[in-house]
């Protein structure tokens, strides 16, 4: 018997809110269906969240043309997780899918519960938060990473490549543009969005793909942040915000500048969630990466629809079924397969801890976004990055 938990039932989870399926579950059913899992248990927060959850799952099941079973709990709060995980046999992992503010106090009870634990994107909302994520689940020796999917897209593993093999020579400038329609702030999590902002919620995913792809350190940071109809809503959150941020990349003698223009400013009209593309400049040559426009676009009564095949997508199995693939699913499996191979001894903590995106290394994306909310307080003053911690003595 193999479990594993999902706190949180929300748009990454189920879609819920909007006409998708989300990515946690789609890739979770796959695994019930295919029985490298046994049960999948989804906490809730109250029975009414159980109620939609349901629905969302009916939802699923017809897309797929086939179903399995989901367990649900309900926790109130982070202090009732552990009655939930001591009623699953053979817990294997939990992804934290909750709100930013709350990742700290469910990573903290999961971790604590001795059990494995994925994190989705930001690993928390400060760094002081964090590194008390990090030093608890090194201290007590448990496995724990951030879902940080945009590591498992072909084209940032290719930027990797690139980088390691000197492609374009040394890196000198790039530019990351992700935006995404502000129906997502304003319709999906409006209760939880002026707790957040534009950098946790699109940004760190690209300060992480620059670590991944350098493995180099954020030095400092100069951000400046605009309001604008998020505000008129009600919402006390930038609508957009610019971030330079200067790196050392190893094996370069002078910084690499990333400039993020990140925006929850597309309007309900985009032909896509995402606006979302990276370019590299080196001595050599350049790099341009559009991921927005993947080469596959649909034209429906439905509107126009610029689809990334390579995140997560159901495609038709052959056999008249549905299954999902992509990245978001890879990544959600990797993690799974990941725990298991722990939990039956077949893999090192420390391979792990050297290959995944673990909460030492996710910190880095944190410690970025710190020091870009106190340069907007600062008007666009330069912030020095504080990564001392992180760099400090690995287990
Ligand atoms: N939506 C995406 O595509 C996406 C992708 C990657 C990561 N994420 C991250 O996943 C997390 C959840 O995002 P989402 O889009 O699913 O949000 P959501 O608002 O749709 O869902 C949040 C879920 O958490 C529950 N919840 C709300 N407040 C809570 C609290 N205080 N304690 C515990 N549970 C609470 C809600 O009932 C809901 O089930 C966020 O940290 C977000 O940044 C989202």
Not at 153 to 177: C, M, Q, Y
Request: hydrophobic share 40%; aromatic share 8%; charged share 20%.
């Amino acid at each position: 018997m193999k479990s594993m938990a999902v706190i949180g039932s929300g748009m990454f989870v189920t879609g819920r809110g909007t006409p998708s399926h989300g990515t946690v579950i789609p890739a979770l059913v796959m695994m019930l269906q295919d029985r490298t899992l046994d049960e999948v248990v989804v906490v809730v927060r109250s029975e009414e969240s159980e109620g939609q959850l349901r629905a969302d799952l009916e939802r699923l099941f017809e897309c797929l043309g086939w179903r399995v079973g989901i367990r649900t709990a309900v926790a109130r709060s982070a202090s009732e997780v552990q009655a939930v995980f001591d009623d699953c046999a053979n817990l294997v992992g939990c992804i934290v899918c909750t709100p930013d503010s709350s990742h700290c106090d469910y990573g903290l009870a999961c971790l604590r519960a001795g059990v494995a634990t994925l994190m989705v994107k930001p690993l928390a909302n400060t760094s002081y938060e964090a590194r008390l994520l990090t030093e608890t689940a090194e201290d007590l020796g448990v496995y724990a990473a951030v879902e940080f999917h945009k590591r498992l897209d072909p084209a940032n593993r290719r930027l990797k490549l690139a980088f390691a093999n000197g492609l374009i020579g040394s890196w000198h400038t790039g530019l990351v543009e992700y935006s995404q329609r502000r129906s997502i702030p304003m319709d999906v999590f409006g209760k939880w969005v002026s707790e957040s902002n534009v950098y946790n919620y699109l940004g760190v995913h690209y300060a992480d793909v620059i670590r991944f792809a350098t493995g180099g350190e954020p030095v400092r940071v100069s951000a400046h942040g605009q309001y604008g109809i998020l505000l008129e809503h009600g919402l006390q959150v930038h609508d957009t915000i610019q971030v330079l941020v200067e790196y050392e990349l190893p094996a370069h003698g002078q910084p690499f500048q990333l400039y993020m223009q990140l925006g929850w400013n597309d309007p309900p009209a985009s032909s896509a969630i995402s606006h979302q593309r990276i370019q590299v400049v080196g001595s050599e040559g350049r790099i341009d990466s559009d991921q927005k426009h993947r080469g596959h676009q649909e034209l429906s009564s439905k509107g126009l629809d610029d689809l990334n095949l390579y995140f997560t997508q159901p495609f038709l199995d052959g056999r008249g079924g549905v299954q999902f693939g992509g990245y978001g699913i890879d990544s959600i499996h990797q993690f799974a397969r990941d725990c298991m191979a722990l939990a039956e001894g077949a893999v090192e903590y420390q391979m792990l801890y050297e290959s995944r995106p673990v909460f030492r290394e996710a910190a880095f994306s944190t410690a970025v976004g710190d020091a870009v909310l106190r340069s907007i307080e600062s008007s666009g003053e330069w912030i020095d990055v504080d990564t001392s911690w992180i760099v400090g003595a690995r287990n």
